[in-house]
């Protein structure tokens, strides 16, 4: 089947944004009072034609790895011992308090002196170059209760925690649990050692907190979407074109509500449909090849090879211009999804007793009123836009894998 042909039932989902019950959720469920809004089916009818999309990008989010390369003073932030004093102290008395650590917010984890720093990089994510590491992050020192909190109370400074599975983790845990990375239409990669091919998550931000290192791999890479469009149109067109097309499906695995279809079809690459017109990536390679399930069935197009080569050439440009990075215990790592595409090595552990490759993950949600990309997706305007949230299940921080 061509690439360009859809299937009717695929328009089944309705695009009605849950707004009004979102943003006024029963806080005996989400003690936030917010619910994740979860994925969505675009906006069909003001996604824009490839005509409409720039030949070239400029500005701060387009950016080389030589910009980055042995020079982290642009790209990293080392915490002061006033500033991992301030975390340590508003975290202690967040514990005491007896709040769920689900109904952390910036409001009831105030950081003062940090404040500053967090208003020019949640700018600087948004609108400039779209990552920073930080590090000196006491992990090893502090137990998993206060790890957690001081990572997520600074994480509420930076957006809203959305739920990032079917179970309501709002605590990411990174770490090989012995899922079969082969299984893709059930198994979430970040749940194995396998490598993560470049993608976004359903988050405006990722962040990442090391915990444990891995005895081999487990590397970061991180490239500008924009620096790949641009090098799209030079040496790939007819592929920029393919990418912009909604002609692409994603699977969902299982993580679904009531009534909800079990993939969406979409672009990969988007327009801001408002705002500052940006182009934006939504995109996992695993999820685009994991529907076999239901194109053996003829339910939806087989991908053709055309996409086929599409996504190789995506892949192969992604790894040619990423810039490399590792992330020692105590590092924190934030990318946008919006303007980046991140990608992870293969791993290998430490044999036992020696601890697992270990990361804390935050999904964060930064809407449009609050200065967010203008999204065409019917959550745009939400506070927890994005995420994945199945029904009514509520948010929970597990302190460890499970």
């Known amino acids: 089947m061509a690439p360009g042909v859809l299937v009717d039932h695929a328009e089944a989902e309705s ?8 943003d006024e959720a029963p806080r005996s469920i989400f003690p936030d009072g917010i619910r994740t809004s979860g994925q969505h089916a675009p906006l069909y009818d003001v996604l824009r034609p490839y005509a409409d999309f720039p030949k070239e990008i400029t500005g701060p989010t387009v950016w080389k790895r030589e910009d980055y390369i ?59 170059k779209g990552f920073i590491l930080f590090k000196g992050f006491p992990a090893g020192q502090w137990s998993p209760q206060k790890n957690a909190t001081a990572y997520m109370g600074l994480g509420t400074h930076l957006g809203y925690f959305v ?13 090989d649990v012995g899922d079969d990375p082969t299984q893709i239409h ?24 090391c915990l444990h290192r891995a005895a081999e791999g487990g590397e970061s890479d991180i490239v500008s979407v924009h620096n790949v469009w641009n090098t799209l149109q030079q040496e790939h067109p007819d592929v920029a074109e393919l990418l ?65 080569r599409a996504m190789q050439i995506l892949e192969d440009t992604c790894n040619r211009l ?31 007793p020696a601890p697992r490759r270990h990361l804390l993950r935050l999904w964060l949600a930064t809407p ?10 019917p959550d745009s305007h939400e506070k927890k836009r994005g995420g994945i949230q199945v029904n009514d299940n509520p948010p929970v921080c597990p302190l460890d894998a499970e």
């Not at 695009?15 to 979102?22: L, Q």
């Not at 739920?163 to 990174?174: A, D, F, I, T």
């Not at 609050?370 to 997706?377: I, R």
Request: aromatic letters at 10%; proline letters at 5%; charged letters at 25%.
């Open 70 to 128: 042995d020079k982290p003073e642009r790209w990293v932030h080392v915490f002061t011992a006033e500033e991992v004093q301030e975390l340590s102290d508003t975290a202690d008395a967040f514990i005491a308090s007896g709040t769920p650590l689900t109904g952390i917010s910036k409001q009831n984890f105030p950081l003062n002196k940090l404040a500053k720093v967090l208003g020019v990089l949640r700018d600087d994510l948004l609108n400039g």
């Open 244 to 308: 912009t097309k909604p002609i692409w499906y994603f699977d969902r695995k299982g993580e679904v509500s009531e009534g909800q279809q079990e993939y969406t079809r979409q672009p990969v690459l988007y327009l801001e449909n408002g705002g500052k017109g940006r182009l934006y990536s939504k995109w996992d390679p695993y999820y685009v090849r994991s529907l076999t399930r239901f194109s053996d069935r003829g339910i939806i197009p087989p991908l053709s090879d055309e996409q086929k």
């Open 368 to 377: 449009e009123s609050e200065g967010g990309w203008v999204l065409p997706m």
């Open 163 to 175: 739920s990032q599975n079917g179970r309501g983790h709002v605590l990411g845990h990174v770490k």
């Open 15 to 22: 695009r009605a944004s849950e707004k009004g019950r979102n």
């Open 322 to 352: 990423a810039l490399h990075m590792v992330l020692e215990v105590g590092d924190i790592q934030f990318v946008s999804n919006c303007h980046l595409l991140h990608a992870r090595t293969a791993y290998k552990d430490y044999p036992p």
């Open 186 to 209: 059930q198994v979430r990669i970040y749940r194995t050692t396998a490598r993560q091919f470049f993608h976004a998550d359903d988050g405006d931000f990722v962040g990442l907190l």
